[in-house]
Protein backbone atom coordinates (compact mmCIF):
# COMPACT_ATOMS: atom_id res chain seq x y z
CA UNK A 1 0.00 0.00 0.00
CA UNK A 2 0.74 3.57 -1.07
CA UNK A 3 1.08 6.56 1.71
CA UNK A 4 1.24 9.85 0.53
CA UNK A 5 1.46 12.89 3.26
CA UNK A 6 1.14 16.78 1.82
CA UNK A 7 2.46 19.11 4.31
CA UNK A 8 3.98 22.91 4.27
CA UNK A 9 0.60 24.76 3.01
CA UNK A 10 -0.51 28.13 4.99
CA UNK A 11 -1.75 31.34 4.82
CA UNK A 12 0.92 34.02 2.69
CA UNK A 13 0.37 37.31 1.12
CA UNK A 14 0.65 37.68 -2.71
CA UNK A 15 3.89 37.51 -3.73
CA UNK A 16 5.22 35.19 -1.46
CA UNK A 17 6.38 31.98 -1.65
CA UNK A 18 5.83 28.32 -0.28
CA UNK A 19 7.31 25.10 -0.73
CA UNK A 20 4.59 21.93 -0.29
CA UNK A 21 6.20 18.87 0.59
CA UNK A 22 4.40 15.03 0.08
CA UNK A 23 6.03 12.47 1.67
CA UNK A 24 6.06 9.22 -0.03
CA UNK A 25 5.88 5.33 1.97
CA UNK A 26 5.06 1.98 0.82
CA UNK A 27 5.49 0.76 -2.78
CA UNK A 28 8.07 2.91 -4.09
CA UNK A 29 10.05 3.57 -6.41
CA UNK A 30 7.21 4.31 -8.87
CA UNK A 31 7.25 3.60 -12.63
CA UNK A 32 5.43 6.23 -13.79
CA UNK A 33 4.49 10.02 -12.81
CA UNK A 34 3.47 11.69 -9.41
CA UNK A 35 1.53 15.28 -9.62
CA UNK A 36 0.81 18.01 -8.00
CA UNK A 37 -3.18 19.25 -8.30
CA UNK A 38 -5.42 21.88 -6.40
CA UNK A 39 -9.25 22.15 -5.98
CA UNK A 40 -10.51 25.88 -4.90
CA UNK A 41 -13.87 25.76 -3.95
CA UNK A 42 -16.63 25.22 -5.99
CA UNK A 43 -14.15 23.71 -8.76
CA UNK A 44 -12.68 20.61 -9.89
CA UNK A 45 -9.87 19.32 -9.02
CA UNK A 46 -7.13 20.55 -11.83
CA UNK A 47 -3.90 19.70 -12.48
CA UNK A 48 -0.73 21.60 -11.17
CA UNK A 49 2.29 19.79 -12.79
CA UNK A 50 3.95 16.57 -12.33
CA UNK A 51 7.53 14.72 -12.29
CA UNK A 52 8.28 11.64 -14.28
CA UNK A 53 9.98 9.70 -11.73
CA UNK A 54 12.65 8.03 -14.05
CA UNK A 55 15.16 10.48 -15.61
CA UNK A 56 13.11 13.27 -14.07
CA UNK A 57 10.93 15.45 -16.16
CA UNK A 58 8.47 17.88 -15.28
CA UNK A 59 5.18 19.67 -17.19
CA UNK A 60 3.23 22.40 -15.88
CA UNK A 61 -0.19 23.76 -16.14
CA UNK A 62 0.39 26.97 -18.07
CA UNK A 63 -0.84 29.62 -15.05
CA UNK A 64 1.97 28.47 -12.59
CA UNK A 65 4.54 28.10 -15.45
CA UNK A 66 7.49 29.92 -14.68
CA UNK A 67 6.32 30.31 -11.21
CA UNK A 68 6.30 26.48 -9.40
CA UNK A 69 8.57 23.76 -9.46
CA UNK A 70 8.56 19.72 -8.62
CA UNK A 71 11.34 18.63 -7.15
CA UNK A 72 12.13 14.69 -5.95
CA UNK A 73 14.96 14.31 -3.37
CA UNK A 74 17.41 11.18 -4.40
CA UNK A 75 16.23 9.04 -1.67
CA UNK A 76 12.76 9.09 -3.64
CA UNK A 77 11.01 9.69 -0.64
CA UNK A 78 9.65 13.05 -1.25
CA UNK A 79 8.37 15.23 -3.78
CA UNK A 80 8.50 19.02 -3.56
CA UNK A 81 6.42 21.95 -5.04
CA UNK A 82 8.15 25.18 -5.11
CA UNK A 83 5.40 28.12 -5.09
CA UNK A 84 6.75 31.12 -5.78
CA UNK A 85 5.32 34.75 -6.93
CA UNK A 86 1.71 33.76 -5.41
CA UNK A 87 -1.46 34.79 -6.27
CA UNK A 88 -4.29 35.35 -4.63
CA UNK A 89 -5.86 32.74 -7.72
CA UNK A 90 -3.52 30.00 -6.16
CA UNK A 91 -5.63 30.11 -3.14
CA UNK A 92 -6.91 26.09 -2.60
CA UNK A 93 -6.15 22.70 -1.35
CA UNK A 94 -3.10 21.15 -2.70
CA UNK A 95 -2.92 17.32 -3.58
CA UNK A 96 -0.06 14.94 -4.32
CA UNK A 97 -0.75 12.12 -6.17
CA UNK A 98 1.16 8.97 -7.32
CA UNK A 99 1.24 6.12 -9.89
CA UNK A 100 0.02 8.33 -12.66
CA UNK A 101 0.09 7.94 -16.36
CA UNK A 102 3.29 6.57 -18.03
CA UNK A 103 5.54 9.14 -19.55
CA UNK A 104 3.18 9.08 -23.18
CA UNK A 105 0.25 9.07 -21.38
CA UNK A 106 -1.84 12.39 -20.27
CA UNK A 107 -0.43 13.93 -16.85
CA UNK A 108 -3.13 16.12 -15.92
CA UNK A 109 -5.56 13.09 -16.10
CA UNK A 110 -6.97 13.09 -12.55
CA UNK A 111 -8.64 9.94 -12.98
CA UNK A 112 -5.29 8.53 -13.95
CA UNK A 113 -3.16 8.63 -10.41
CA UNK A 114 -3.73 5.89 -7.66
CA UNK A 115 -3.04 6.94 -5.07
CA UNK A 116 -3.77 10.84 -3.29
CA UNK A 117 -2.63 12.11 -0.09
CA UNK A 118 -5.09 14.19 2.03
CA UNK A 119 -4.22 17.74 1.26
CA UNK A 120 -3.09 21.05 2.42
CA UNK A 121 -4.35 24.37 2.18
CA UNK A 122 -2.68 27.25 0.31
CA UNK A 123 -4.50 30.28 1.13
CA UNK A 124 -2.91 33.67 -0.56
CA UNK A 125 -4.31 36.73 0.31
CA UNK A 126 -4.21 40.37 -1.61
Known amino acids: QVQLVESGGGLVQAGDSLRLSCAVS????????MGWFRQAPGKEREFVGA????????RYTDSVKDRFTISRDNAETTVYLQMNSLKPEDTAVYYC???????????????????WGQGTQVTVSS
Open 97 to 115: AADGPPYGGDWSAVRLYRY
Open 26 to 33: GRTPFQFV
Open 51 to 58: ISWRAPTT
